[in-house]
């Protein structure tokens, strides 16, 4: 037995596949941190199961990098001026395999994610349609306000004006199936579908790769020929592929952000619509006073924490609505950092010897770090908190159920719109799975949340700007941040720009240097 | 001998029974609720209500148990509440995966372990001895995820001879740092065990004898000493060749490969009980058929165990 054996094994393995690395392939090369559950627009609510189902699938409309919403099967919509009638015109488009996309098969798709039957989680997002929460209750169909009077036209009638609905069309939930296809295959549609987007899936090897192809019906027609995302679970192996040419784009997590600013080249950042936040619940004492909840907003130097923790990576949140949404200025900062302001709110709350809280969180080194400071400084006037760690699963059901008191949570744009802020996160009917974790109620918020649906333009803004600055000074939660994203592309990779929604890269305006059509 | 293979497998039934119950009981105990996994983050509790019903979530803990088992008996694993991919058919797509890394990784581990351990056990140089074990000391201690990363950056970024990550289609290079990883604590006992095992056996009577009666010292070393200081390595070895084949959470992520573990720990995190019941009940069937193996082989090994059993 020689004992070079373990250098040998190496040596023999490289020597048998050639030790140069492989040639970059005329292909897009990202990475998720998890495999998509799935690729069907009814079941995909992770990011991942949203980006493919998107890609693969198009909508009547779509956003663009810049989170506008842009022509995509209907070439043009007219709304009447009560804006409770919307007509699309559609263009000639094809599914995959080359059947035509006629209205028919989109009220279709529409009827399979609203039916009660599908049991998809995503049928809210038709919810604005007349008659739709009626038939996902179980109600008849012909009641239901989509249409298609000829075979290039789709018409919703809506129960109420909403200002967002073209918007909710533009999600990954609102991509139009192939029903013929999803029948044939019921829950093997998730691997399988048969869309009509810019992509169609080429190779998914369980667990390791999911591979596009572009859709040789599909519009518009990709310069690059092919995505293909790699199932990469850890932050530090994606950093070791993308430095060693095996990725072309890049997440940078924060802590390695300082290393990538120095380094200098192909460093992207854009500001998420996401909003961080720790949230109370404001049934229970003593988070039932604003006072108190006032209290806590001025006892934390969260400027300090973006810095310092965050190095830089955010944005301070004054208000909910991220500033790429509003066309409003942001709201007059209420919460100064003032500790000595905050032990003289508690004092009038009738807490002058301080309270005791626990704030829950999932499992996650930052957000530790983050929550032990926020610990630090209310424990400096005398709010002595209790963390509690759980992993995703239990944390969810912790929030869902209500045996958390304060939480730090997070909110994701599911489409670039201000209601998408205001309306799940505060509006009373959204209170629990809604998205209104808090189980925040304040009837003014409510109508003028209802009451900005039915407007566009500055008046509907006016009551965005209203309803912000109630929950603002309603201090529901402890505002943290709008955090920064940044993202590194590889030389090779041109006319890349982080979306505004993350559904919004198709991958249709990137180039790949040196690899023609 | 036939007899006991018999009785063993017989025996297996109430093991993987109780596998079987303690997963299921576990995923109800455990905080954490399944719809709200597949619903997301924005849900209506009409919906949530429908999903329970449509997974049977909502009838009694009994009915569910026992008409989980009769689906078993079918041989039916289940659909993942996630994926709605039956899970068989995702184990059978990543099981080769996690095979392929476990006896690289075990192979790597029993060659390089017992050179180790022979070298280490040699009198003539006392001094390699001491710092194999030292070495093989760091081996047993050093984290799995740790070693990882140090192996990437030195392989792959500085070096570049390997890639860094993934599966590649099953390509040897891929396969070389996740089973060096996944191998290294298992080398280090085994080395330890071997050097061991080796000095009692050099020690004792039928080793003298063989000596004295002329054997040729490499024939003393490998006839006598090595194949009596072999049966605590190979227990050593089916241990851990058996939990590797469950799926090394740790190696495969860092390495994004793509086998068994980190399917199991996504369906924790998600709460996808067919997925977790499924796989636990697979990997617990692998882990007691390599014990069974490694039990033969010791009667092949060692005839004591031969003459005890019959």
């Not at chain 1, 300090?304 to 190095?311: D, E, H, S």
Request: proline content about 6%.
């Amino acid at each position: 037995m020689r004992p070079a054996v373990l250098p040998a094994l190496v040596l023999a393995a490289m020597l048998a596949a050639g030790c140069g690395g492989e040639d970059a392939p005329p292909v897009v090369r990202l990475a998720f941190e998890t495999e998509p559950a799935t690729s069907d627009p009814a079941f995909a609510v992770d990011f991942s199961s949203g980006t493919i189902a998107s890609l693969v699938h198009a909508g009547l409309v779509s956003f663009d990098e810049a989170g506008a919403v842009q022509p995509d099967l209907a070439s043009s919509w007219r709304v009447t001026g009560d804006g409770l009638e919307w007509r699309f015109t559609l263009a000639p488009r094809r599914f995959a395999d080359g059947s035509p996309v006629t209205s028919a098969a989109i009220v279709s798709s529409f009827r399979r994610l609203l039916s009660p039957e599908t049991q998809s989680p995503r049928w809210w997002v038709l919810e604005p349609v007349a008659g739709a929460a009626a038939f996902h209750g179980g109600g008849s169909w012909e009641s239901v306000g989509i249409e298609a009077p000829d075979d290039s036209t789709v018409v919703f009638q809506l129960a109420q004006p909403a200002a967002h609905f073209l918007s909710l069309l533009a999600m990954p939930a609102a991509g139009v199936v192939s029903t013929d296809r999803a029948d044939s295959l019921g829950a093997g549609y998730g691997r399988r579908p048969l869309g009509a987007g810019v992509w169609r899936i080429g190779t998914w090897r369980e667990g390791d790769v999911v591979e596009l192809e572009p859709n040789p019906c599909g519009w518009p027609r990709p310069a690059v020929r092919g995505l293909r995302f790699r199932i990469l679970p850890e932050a530090m192996t994606r950093i070791a592929e993308f430095e060693t040419g095996g990725l072309d784009l890049l997440e940078v997590p924060r802590a390695e952000l300082e290393m990538w600013r120095t380094a200098g080249a192909g460093l992207l950042s854009a500001e998420e619509l996401r909003v961080v936040y720790i949230g109370f619940r404001l049934d229970r004492p003593p988070f039932d006073d604003p006072r108190v909840r006032r209290a806590l907003n001025h006892a934390i130097d969260v400027e300090t924490i973006i810095a310092r923790l965050l190095f830089g990576a955010g944005r301070r949140a004054r208000g909910v609505v991220p500033a790429a949404l509003r066309d409003w200025p942001e709201p007059t900062e209420r919460y100064p950092y003032d500790p000595a302001r905050a032990v003289r709110l508690l004092e009038k709350a009738g807490l002058s010897d301080g309270f005791e809280m626990a704030i829950w969180q999932r499992d996650n080194p930052e957000g530790g770090r983050i929550l032990e400071s926020v610990q630090a400084y209310l424990a400096a006037v005398n709010v002595r908190v209790r963390l509690v760690t759980r992993e995703w699963g239990a944390f969810k059901e912790a929030i869902a159920n209500g045996s958390a008191d304060a939480f730090y949570l997070d909110w994701f744009a599911d489409y670039p719109d201000p209601e998408n802020f205001l309306s799940p996160l505060f509006h009373s009917r959204n209170r629990g799975g809604g998205g209104n974790r808090t189980g925040y109620a304040n009837a003014a918020v409510d109508s003028l949340i209802d009451l900005a649906a039915t407007l566009t333009g500055a008046e509907r803004s006016a009551c965005c700007r209203e309803a912000e600055r109630i929950v603002y000074e309603d201090a529901p939660w402890l505002f943290l941040w709008f955090p920064v994203r940044y993202e590194v592309v590889s030389p090779r990779l041109e006319g890349y720009r982080i979306p505004a929604i993350f559904n919004g890269q198709r991958w249709t305006g990137v180039t790949l240097e040196g690899v023609g059509e | 001998m036939i007899a006991a293979l018999g009785r063993r497998l017989l025996q297996l039934f109430p093991v993987l029974l109780g596998v079987v119950t303690v997963a299921f009981l576990l995923m109800y105990v455990v905080p954490g609720d399944p719809v709200l996994a597949i619903a997301g983050e924005r849900y209506d509790e009409q919906t949530l209500e429908a999903m329970r019903r449509d997974l049977g979530l909502d009838r009694p803990l009994v009915v569910q148990y026992l008409s989980y088992l009769g689906r078993l008996a079918r041989g039916d694993l289940g659909v993942s509440y996630v994926t709605r991919r039956p899970v068989a058919e995702t184990i059978r797509e990543r099981f080769p995966r996690t095979l392929a890394l476990a006896a690289a990784a075990t192979a790597i581990a029993v060659i390089a372990g017992t050179a180790i351990g022979l070298l280490s056990a040699w009198k003539r140089v006392p001094w390699l001895g001491r710092l194999l074990m030292a070495g093989s000391l760091v081996g047993v201690s050093i984290p799995v995820f740790w070693l990882g990363l140090l192996l990437i950056h030195l392989f792959a970024i500085k070096l570049s001879l390997l890639p860094p990550s993934g599966y590649g289609g099953g390509s040897l290079r891929h396969l070389v740092l996740p089973a060096v990883t996944l191998s290294f604590a298992s080398m280090a006992t085994i080395a330890r065990v071997t050097r061991a095992g080796v000095m009692d056996a050099s020690l004792s009577d039928f080793v003298r004898t063989a000596r004295a009666k002329g054997l040729a010292e490499r024939l003393v070393m490998l006839k006598h000493v090595l194949r009596n200081a072999l049966v605590p390595v190979v227990t050593i070895v089916g241990t851990d060749f058996g939990s590797y084949l469950g799926g090394s959470v740790l190696t495969e992520s860092i390495f994004g490969w793509p086998g068994l573990g980190r399917y199991i720990v996504q369906a924790i995190m998600k709460r996808d009980f067919p997925v977790i019941q499924g796989a636990v009940l697979f990997m617990a069937l692998c882990f007691v058929v390599v014990n069974l193996l490694v039990d033969c082989s010791y009667r092949l090994i060692d005839p004591r165990t031969r003459e005890e059993a019959s």
